[in-house]
């Protein structure tokens, strides 16, 4: 008779028990982020990539007067010829954009017109210089203009009490641009998120130390702290915090009560040779979740004291992952964002078959580039394992496998993800 033995689940097996879709999760994450309060006013030119915290209300029309938009003449329309006929005008002056012509003008005549320079009264058409022949004092011009061309009307882009920015948007230079033609200088913001990270174990060297057998270099910390940097975030660097009870609830507490957000990485899942997890469970409502995803399937979620808690994965490639599908959304989230970065998902055609079991979400690193005809093509980093950090530094995306597919074969098409909507 086979002797046989008790076994937990694992993410090793093809269909793992008791997980949490990609979905599941990333929506009960949300449900649980509330956007922080807090905003200061800052000058416009520090404004870029913040959160915009009031909506934006013009208090003039833009342009604040009708203006040319060629250089040419400004004429009235009822000198325009028509039926193959040619007008002679007379010039009788010259305006340019920051002046006014200030003279009378009647028909029959034309005032000579820069780009930008404020209609003079009455005229409302603008013939093209390149389109009108000069002869001494006046002007040729044929049928083949039209009643009010080359004209900005006042207030044609933006009205006189206009909404034109929306609070909860991400500041770009367009917007910062914008903001600036009302004559506005400064804006209300909503002020950084401070994310505290720090690494666990004593297995985990600091940059600079002296190699030791058994040891690694932290990368992680290095990566969460790019990452969130890279999104706005003011960064409370705690360092490595070593295996022991006392120094880790010590962290967790101080933690807590400078930043709105904690980061650490690995002691999450079941097994792990530390008290991470112990300490977690004494300090806080932490959920431990095993997500059907890979890489990535150990994560913690949950409150701190007031802070929000992300307890990520300990192999350097599922930092990222979990990062990118579960905190950069719920950041943007805290950081009140109502319209979060794009980040768009493409088809592309695999150029070689990928092995997956239908049950979880998969998130290669893939390199997608376009193809001879002009279609979008997607190819994996190589080898794939959540401790090879360079199959994220080669790749320029995600190919995401989605939950209910099976392996995929050479020339079909995948989900792609690309990086540049999200680092």
């Known amino acids: 008779m086979m002797n046989t033995i008790n076994t937990q689940s694992s993410c090793a097996d093809d269909n793992e028990q008791d997980t949490l879709s990609v ?3 990333l929506q009960s994450m949300l449900a649980n982020i509330s956007e922080q309060a807090a905003s200061e006013k800052i000058h416009l030119t520090d404004a870029v ?4 915290a009031d909506s934006i209300t ?9 203006n040319s938009a060629v250089d040419g003449y400004a004429i009235f329309q009822a000198d325009l010829p028509a039926n193959g006929d040619i007008a002679t005008l007379n010039i009788v002056g010259q305006v340019v954009a920051g002046h006014a012509y200030e003279g009378d003008i009647q028909q029959g005549q034309c005032i000579q017109i820069m780009t930008g320079a404020q ?9 093209m210089q390149e389109h009108v022949e000069v002869h001494g004092n006046s002007i040729h011009i044929d049928d083949r203009h039209n009643p009010g061309q080359n004209v900005r009307q006042a207030g044609e882009d933006i009205q006189q009490g206009q909404v034109v920015l929306q609070a909860g948007i991400k500041l770009t230079p367009p917007q910062i641009g914008l903001i600036a033609s009302l ?3 400064e804006v209300c913001v909503k002020t950084p998120l401070v994310a505290a990270v720090f690494s666990t174990g004593d297995e985990v060297l600091n ?5 030791r057998k058994g040891c690694i270099y932290d990368s992680n910390r290095y990566s969460l702290i790019a990452a969130l940097k890279k999104i706005g975030c003011k960064v409370l660097d705690m360092g490595i915090i070593a295996d022991d009870p006392d120094k880790l609830r010590d962290a967790f507490e101080l933690a807590s009560k400078h930043s709105h957000v904690i980061f650490t990485s690995g002691g999450v899942s079941v097994g792990e040779a530390d008290y991470t997890k112990q300490v977690l469970s004494e300090t806080g409502a932490i959920n431990f979740w095993k997500v059907a995803m890979k890489p990535g399937r150990p994560v913690a979620f949950g409150k701190i004291g007031d802070s929000t808690f992300f307890g990520l994965p300990g192999n350097p490639v599922a930092v990222m992952v979990t990062f990118y599908q579960f905190a ?10 109502t319209s979060p970065l794009i980040a768009p998902i493409i088809d592309a055609k695999c150029t070689h078959s990928i092995r997956k079991i239908a049950g979880r979400t ?3 690193r893939g390199i997608l580039s376009k193809g001879n005809g002009d279609e979008w093509e997607v190819c994996t980093t190589g080898q794939q394992g959540s401790g090879i950090l360079r199959s994220m530094s080669d790749a320029n995306s995600f190919i995401i496998l989605e939950h209910n597919r099976s392996s995929i074969s050479e020339g079909e098409s995948v989900s792609v993800q690309p990086f540049s909507s999200l680092f």
């Open 23 to 25: 979905e599941h999760a």
């Open 49 to 52: 990539d913040r959160t915009l």
């Open 58 to 66: 013009s208090s003039i029309n833009v342009p604040s007067h009708r």
């Open 119 to 127: 209609m003079p009264l009455l005229t409302d058409t603008v013939i």
């Open 183 to 185: 004559g506005i200088s």
């Open 207 to 211: 940059i600079g130390e002296t190699p």
């Open 328 to 337: 950069l959304p719920c950041l943007q989230k805290m950081m009140g964002l």
């Open 362 to 364: 998969e998130f290669q």
